[in-house]
């Protein structure tokens, strides 16, 4: 069936495989490329806020950490002013955009 066939309905939920489903379809190829700090790394050493869900079951936390921790050193390596890369997770927020953002 076609993504939103795949995505919603009874019992629909969001799993690993079904992310990874759906960027295999946003932009085939990048999960083979890139993983998050890799793509990261690519946006350096422009300014890069990155803003994350405490409670994002899609985007947990510690991963989005993970990722922001793993990129810091190709900001520092271009020589990119201190504070280009930051991050802010969202306390008590899932996977949502909210007026605070």
Known sequence: GGLAVDLHGPGASI??????????????GILD???????????APRPLLVI????????????????????????????????SLQLHIAEGVEHEVTAAM
């Open 52 to 83: 994350n869900g405490a409670l994002d079951p899609r985007c947990p936390a510690e991963g989005v950490r993970q990722a922001v921790a793993a990129a810091e050193h190709e900001w520092r390596l271009q020589g990119a002013a201190a504070g």
């Open 33 to 43: 490329e890139l993983d998050a700090p890799s793509s990261l790394r690519c946006i």
């Open 15 to 28: 799993t690993t495989q079904v992310v990874e489903r759906v960027w295999r379809r946003i932009c085939p």
